[in-house]
């Protein structure tokens, strides 16, 4: 049995005036056919919104690349899940008996979804300055210890304007195997640059030149 919504309703710092919004976004597609799908599409629009918002706002000198890495960093699945699991939303979710037995109310995906379908339902019941107001109180800590736009970037990229700054040719990558299962493959990529070598391996080719580019930078 599943503890009162007063007290998600606490956890949350929002009463819904309008509680059945927030029994719909906490129903999964696997418990009912009225489910938390179309809130979660509202809700991801939302969040999206307000997080650029914050970002335009906070960081005025950040390139467009930049805010949007700031952006894609915050509305993540990782870190909504994060800030669902905080909250103790599993608690409170509405599975069928699949996603029940399978642990479902522990799943990245289902809480992140979860989430953004309560931003989706505080919004219809109290509009957008409600919406937003949740949205960087639960953000706070992530927004405080938010990375400067530039930590962003990935190595690729950071790799490539430490040699444009250098005036070296930019990276060359190879593949050099791949292997496993074709559901489950691996690849294992050599980068060569400033006369380095480094040599990773991922679940894909972009993984493995990531971190091989990776590598070669904390060789340089």
């Given at each position: 049995?599943?503890?009162?919504?007063?007290?998600?309703?606490?956890?949350?710092?929002?009463?819904?005036?309008?509680?059945?919004?927030?029994?719909?976004?906490?129903?999964?597609?696997?418990?009912?056919?009225?489910?938390?799908?179309?809130?979660?599409?509202?809700?991801?629009?939302?969040?999206?919104?307000?997080?650029?918002?914050?970002?335009?706002?906070?960081?005025?000198?950040?390139?467009?690349?930049?805010?949007?890495?700031?952006?894609?960093?915050?509305?993540?699945?990782?870190?909504?899940?994060?800030?669902?699991?905080?909250?103790?939303?599993?608690?409170?979710?509405?599975?069928?008996?699949?996603?029940?037995?399978?642990?479902?109310?522990?799943?990245?995906?289902?809480?992140?979804?979860?989430?953004?379908?309560?931003?989706?339902?505080?919004?219809?019941?109290?509009?957008?300055?409600?919406?937003?107001?949740?949205?960087?109180?639960?953000?706070?800590?992530?927004?405080t210890r938010l990375a400067d736009a530039s930590d962003l970037k990935d190595p690729k990229t950071r790799l490539q304007e430490c040699l444009q700054a250098r005036q070296q040719p930019l990276p060359i990558y190879n593949v050099l195997e791949i292997g496993g299962e074709p559901h489950a493959q691996s690849f294992t990529v050599e980068c060569t640059a400033a006369e380095l070598r480094a040599v990773a391996a991922g679940s894909s080719r972009r993984?493995?030149?990531?971190?091989?580019?990776?590598?070669?930078?904390?060789?340089?």
């Amino acid at each position: 049995m599943n503890p009162p919504l007063s007290r998600l309703s606490a956890a949350l710092g929002y009463t819904f005036r309008q509680p059945e919004l927030l029994e719909e976004a906490l129903t999964h597609r696997s418990a009912s056919p009225h489910n938390n799908e179309r809130l979660e599409f509202l809700g991801d629009a939302l969040l999206n919104l307000i997080v650029a918002e914050y970002v335009f706002q906070h960081y005025p000198k950040a390139s467009e690349g930049e805010l949007s890495r700031l952006r894609s960093s915050l509305v993540k699945g990782e870190t909504l899940a994060e800030l669902a699991r905080g909250l103790r939303v599993g608690d409170w979710l509405r599975l069928g008996l699949g996603e029940l037995k399978s642990g479902g109310f522990r799943r990245e995906s289902i809480l992140s979804d979860t989430l953004e379908a309560i931003f989706g339902a505080v919004y219809l019941d109290s509009g957008l300055d409600a919406c937003r107001d949740l949205v960087l109180r639960l953000y706070q800590d992530c927004l405080t210890r938010l990375a400067d736009a530039s930590d962003l970037k990935d190595p690729k990229t950071r790799l490539q304007e430490c040699l444009q700054a250098r005036q070296q040719p930019l990276p060359i990558y190879n593949v050099l195997e791949i292997g496993g299962e074709p559901h489950a493959q691996s690849f294992t990529v050599e980068c060569t640059a400033a006369e380095l070598r480094a040599v990773a391996a991922g679940s894909s080719r972009r993984k493995a030149e990531q971190e091989a580019a990776r590598r070669l930078l904390e060789q340089m």
